[in-house]
């Protein structure tokens, strides 16, 4: 997931709808926390063709079309230039690895007896409802991104599968950081720093480095699992 300053309530829209895609960044499922989705003028492909399987199960073009206009959000809201080869070609490999990232944890998280609630997909539905303002708005949205209820809800379960097995496998939820962390990192820093500009106090900067630290164990772990899991799986990519 870090929400981002919404210019208009379209953008509102889809950074909210975003916010129960995580992935793989896992930061959002973990982290994630939350990837940013802008507007693309770029039309859903209508093709249901597989893009990959993984373990056998199909990835399908809908779902790539729809990952690719996510992470373009996320770089243009960073200041890439969507339209720059180098850009386009980074998203598309992103995109269809987040995919395939999503689809491991999750298989392996039914595997495991992980189970989620209907009660659980409800709270979190609502809290979108609610973040959007009113369910007449969240239906825009979905529609806008060639979705529905059901797709929603869809996709906030396997949310709640994924961070329920990653914190019961990696304990992602339980991590921690020292204060003797904070200030090793934050000594580093301003060691290695060229900035003429004059140095923040380590009080004043002491939560954004410790959110970033644990971003980074986080992930770490994340990267591990998910090593091992493709180690172990079968991953056909068909684009």
Not at 4 to 9: D, G, H, S, W
Not at 19 to 25: N, P, Q, S
Not at 99 to 112: D, E, P, Q, T
Not at 173 to 186: C, F, G, Q
């Amino acid at each position: 997931m870090n929400d981002a300053t919404t210019e208009t309530k379209a953008k509102g829209s889809n950074n909210a709808l975003l916010m129960i895609f995580g992935i793989l960044a896992v930061s959002a499922i973990v982290a994630a926390g939350v990837y940013f989705y802008m507007n693309t003028d770029k039309k859903m492909t209508e093709t249901s063709s597989a893009v990959a399987r993984v373990n056998g199960e199909e990835i399908s073009q809908k779902e790539y079309d729809r990952s690719i206009a996510q992470i373009t959000g996320v770089y243009t809201s960073q200041g890439a230039d969507p339209t720059d080869p180098n850009v386009i070609a980074s998203v598309k490999d992103q995109a269809l690895n987040t995919l395939i990232n999503r689809r491991l944890i999750a298989n392996v998280a039914l595997s495991s007896g992980v189970t989620v609630e209907d009660s659980e997909i409800e709270t979190e539905y609502q809290t979108i409802v609610t973040s959007l303002g009113s369910a007449d708005a969240l239906a825009a949205a979905l529609s806008e991104n060639d979705m529905d209820e059901s797709n929603l809800r869809s996709e906030i379960r396997t949310d709640l599968l994924i961070n329920k097995y990653l914190d019961a496998k990696l304990g992602i939820n339980s991590m921690v950081v020292t204060n003797e962390e904070i200030e090793t990192a934050y000594e580093t820093a301003i060691s290695s720093s060229e900035s003429t500009e004059e140095t923040p106090a380590l009080e004043d900067v002491r939560d954004l480095i410790s959110k970033q630290l644990l971003s980074e164990k986080q992930q770490l772990a994340i990267n591990t699992e998910l090593e091992r899991l493709r180690q172990e799986a079968s991953i056909e990519v068909l684009i």
